[in-house]
C-alpha cells in the first residue's frame, strides 16, 4: 500500500466519521415554506386536500396538468366549475378561464396574489392589511356563522381593502383591535360567477389536520354547484424529468450522492499537482556503416575475390601505421620492421609475417588463398 493511496483513505474515513456525526446529532427541521404543492407533506402543502378532494366533490373532480389555453383549445366543455390555487397562469389562460365563465361556468381562485387579468375584470383592488401573528377567518352567511378557522402560523395579512358596488363579500378577516377585512368575496361575470379568496393556508395540510378545520374548507367549496369540477394544477412534468429528482428527494440517497461528490472533489484536488510525463523511448540510431561493410565483406566472399580483400585490408593496416604510429610505410624493410616491433611490442617473428603478407597483397600476380586472407586479417589486428 503506497503512501498516497494511505492518505486518501485517511481522508475519506474522516469525511464518513464527519458526516456520520451531523447525521446523529442533526435535528429533523420542518420547511415552513408556503409551497402549495399536491404531493408535498410539508406544513404548507396540499397533499391531504389531494386526497380528499374526490370526496369532497363526489368524485366529480378532474385535476389537470395543462395550461388553461392548452386544455380548452384541445377540449369543449360546457358548464363546470374551475378551480385555481396558487397557480400562476398566464395571461392567454386567464382570459380562456374568464371566457369559459362567461358562458356560464364558475371559477374559484384561492391565492394571495390575485392576477390583474382577474381584479381587472371583476373590480376590485387588494392589499397586505394585517401584520398581526394570528387572525381568524370567518364567513359572512348565517348559515356558516359557526364555522370560522384559526390561522396562527405565518397568515398572510391579505385582504381587499376596496370593493366595488355589485361585489358580495362572503367572508372576512377577523383580528383584535382591527376593523373586518374581506378575504372571500363572489361577484357575477358573464353568465357565470367568479369566487375570489385571498387566504390559501386553509387548505394546508397544518390547518386541515387540525380539528374541526375541515368544515371552514367545506363551507368554501359549497359554494360551488354540483357539476364536473376542473382543478388546474402545478405540472410535474418539469421536476420528474430531473435525473437527481428521487435521489434528492431521498435524505439517506442524497447524502450519498453529496459523500460521492466531495470524494470526487478531494481526489481531483490532490491530483492537480504537477506530475512528470512519461519519458519517451528513443531508438539509438544504428550503425548502417557497419552493415555497409558487413553487406561490402559478404559481396566479396561471393565472388571470391580473395586477392583484392587482401589488399585492401593490407592498404588499411598501412594507412593506421601512418596515422597512429607515426611510421613511414614506403618501404617495407628491416628497418620499418625494426620500428613496427618497437612501437607495438610484438614478437619479431609476426612483424615478418605480417610484411610478407602484405607485399604478396601488393604483388598483383601473386595466388591468394582464403587461408592467407583469414591469417593476414588475425596477424595486422593483433599488432594494432
Same mark, same amino acid.
Given at each position: 500500500?503506497?503512501?498516497?493511496?494511505?492518505?486518501?483513505?485517511?481522508?475519506?474515513?474522516?469525511?464518513?466519521?464527519?458526516?456520520?456525526?451531523?447525521?446523529? @446529532?442533526?435535528?429533523?427541521?420542518?420547511?415552513?415554506?408556503?409551497?402549495?404543492?399536491?404531493?408535498?407533506?410539508?406544513?404548507?402543502?396540499?397533499?391531504?386536500?389531494?386526497?380528499?378532494?374526490?370526496?369532497?366533490?363526489?368524485?366529480?373532480?378532474?385535476?389537470?396538468?395543462?395550461?388553461?389555453?392548452?386544455?380548452?383549445?384541445?377540449?369543449?366543455?360546457?358548464?363546470?366549475?374551475?378551480?385555481?390555487?396558487?397557480?400562476?397562469?398566464?395571461?392567454?389562460?386567464?382570459?380562456?378561464?374568464?371566457?369559459?365563465?362567461?358562458?356560464?361556468?364558475?371559477?374559484?381562485?384561492?391565492?394571495?396574489?390575485?392576477?390583474?387579468?382577474?381584479?381587472?375584470?371583476?373590480?376590485?383592488?387588494?392589499?397586505?392589511?394585517?401584520?398581526?401573528?394570528?387572525?381568524?377567518?370567518?364567513?359572512?352567511?348565517?348559515?356558516?356563522? @359557526?364555522?370560522?378557522?384559526?390561522?396562527?402560523?405565518?397568515?398572510?395579512?391579505?385582504?381587499?381593502?376596496?370593493?366595488?358596488?355589485?361585489?358580495?363579500?362572503?367572508?372576512?378577516?377577523?383580528?383584535?383591535?382591527?376593523?373586518?377585512?374581506?378575504?372571500?368575496?363572489?361577484?357575477?361575470?358573464?353568465?357565470?360567477?367568479?369566487? +375570489?379568496?385571498?387566504?390559501?393556508?386553509?387548505?394546508?395540510?397544518?390547518?386541515?389536520?387540525?380539528?374541526?378545520?375541515?368544515?371552514?374548507?367545506?363551507?368554501?367549496?359549497?359554494?360551488?354547484?354540483?357539476?364536473?369540477?376542473?382543478?388546474?394544477?402545478?405540472?410535474?412534468?418539469?421536476?420528474?424529468?430531473?435525473?437527481?429528482?428521487?435521489?434528492?428527494?431521498?435524505?439517506?440517497?442524497?447524502?450519498?450522492?453529496?459523500?460521492?461528490?466531495?470524494?470526487?472533489?478531494?481526489?481531483?484536488?490532490?491530483?492537480?499537482?504537477?506530475?512528470?510525463?512519461?519519458?519517451?523511448?528513443?531508438?539509438?540510431?544504428?550503425?548502417?556503416?557497419?552493415?555497409? +561493410?558487413?553487406?561490402?565483406?559478404?559481396?566479396?566472399?561471393?565472388?571470391?575475390?580473395?586477392?583484392?580483400?587482401?589488399?585492401?585490408?593490407?592498404?588499411?593496416?598501412?594507412?593506421?601505421?601512418?596515422?597512429?604510429?607515426?611510421?613511414?610505410?614506403?618501404?617495407?624493410?628491416?628497418?620499418?620492421?625494426?620500428?613496427?616491433?618497437?612501437?607495438?611490442?610484438?614478437?619479431?617473428?609476426?612483424?615478418?609475417?605480417?610484411?610478407?603478407?602484405?607485399?604478396?597483397?601488393?604483388?598483383?600476380?601473386?595466388?591468394?588463398?582464403?587461408?592467407?586472407?583469414?591469417?593476414?586479417?588475425?596477424?595486422?589486428?593483433?599488432?594494432?
Amino acid at each position: 500500500m503506497n503512501k498516497t493511496f494511505k492518505i486518501y483513505a485517511v481522508i475519506f474515513i474522516v469525511v464518513m466519521i464527519v458526516f456520520a456525526l451531523f447525521e446523529v @446529532n442533526k435535528t429533523e427541521s420542518t420547511d415552513w415554506r408556503k409551497n402549495f404543492k399536491t404531493t408535498q407533506k410539508s406544513p404548507f402543502g396540499l397533499f391531504v386536500f389531494n386526497n380528499e378532494i374526490n370526496d369532497l366533490f363526489k368524485d366529480k373532480i378532474k385535476k389537470i396538468n395543462q395550461s388553461p389555453y392548452d386544455y380548452y383549445n384541445q377540449n369543449s366543455k360546457g358548464i363546470h366549475n374551475i378551480i385555481v390555487i396558487e397557480h400562476k397562469i398566464d395571461k392567454q389562460s386567464w382570459n380562456k378561464i374568464l371566457d369559459q365563465v362567461s358562458k356560464g361556468s364558475d371559477a374559484m381562485i384561492i391565492s394571495g396574489e390575485i392576477p390583474k387579468e382577474i381584479s381587472d375584470s371583476i373590480g376590485y383592488y387588494d392589499s397586505k392589511i394585517s401584520f398581526e401573528d394570528q387572525n381568524v377567518l370567518k364567513l359572512t352567511d348565517r348559515k356558516y356563522q @359557526n364555522d370560522f378557522i384559526v390561522l396562527d402560523k405565518f397568515p398572510s395579512g391579505k385582504g381587499f381593502t376596496f370593493v366595488k358596488p355589485g361585489v358580495e363579500v362572503l367572508g372576512k378577516t377577523v383580528e383584535k383591535g382591527n376593523t373586518d377585512q374581506a378575504n372571500f368575496i363572489k361577484t357575477k361575470f358573464g353568465e357565470g360567477t367568479i369566487y +375570489v379568496h385571498c387566504e390559501p393556508l386553509f387548505i394546508t395540510n397544518y390547518y386541515l389536520l387540525k380539528k374541526g378545520n375541515t368544515k371552514y374548507a367545506q363551507d368554501i367549496f359549497s359554494y360551488l354547484d354540483n357539476k364536473e369540477t376542473l382543478w388546474f394544477v402545478e405540472s410535474s412534468s418539469k421536476s420528474s424529468q430531473f435525473f437527481l429528482r428521487f435521489i434528492l428527494s431521498n435524505p439517506a440517497l442524497k447524502y450519498a450522492w453529496w459523500v460521492l461528490l466531495g470524494g470526487l472533489l478531494l481526489f481531483i484536488f490532490f491530483n492537480v499537482k504537477r506530475k512528470q510525463r512519461i519519458v519517451p523511448i528513443i531508438e539509438p540510431l544504428k550503425n548502417t556503416s557497419v552493415d555497409f +561493410v558487413k553487406s561490402i565483406g559478404n559481396l566479396y566472399l561471393q565472388e571470391g575475390d580473395f586477392h583484392d580483400m587482401m589488399a585492401k585490408k593490407a592498404q588499411y593496416f598501412l594507412n593506421k601505421v601512418r596515422v597512429d604510429l607515426l611510421i613511414d610505410t614506403q618501404n617495407l624493410d628491416e628497418e620499418f620492421a625494426k620500428k613496427l616491433q618497437l612501437k607495438t611490442g610484438k614478437p619479431m617473428e609476426m612483424i615478418h609475417e605480417a610484411i610478407g603478407f602484405i607485399k604478396k597483397a601488393q604483388d598483383p600476380y601473386a595466388n591468394v588463398m582464403k587461408e592467407d586472407l583469414a591469417r593476414m586479417n588475425k596477424l595486422l589486428d593483433e599488432i594494432i
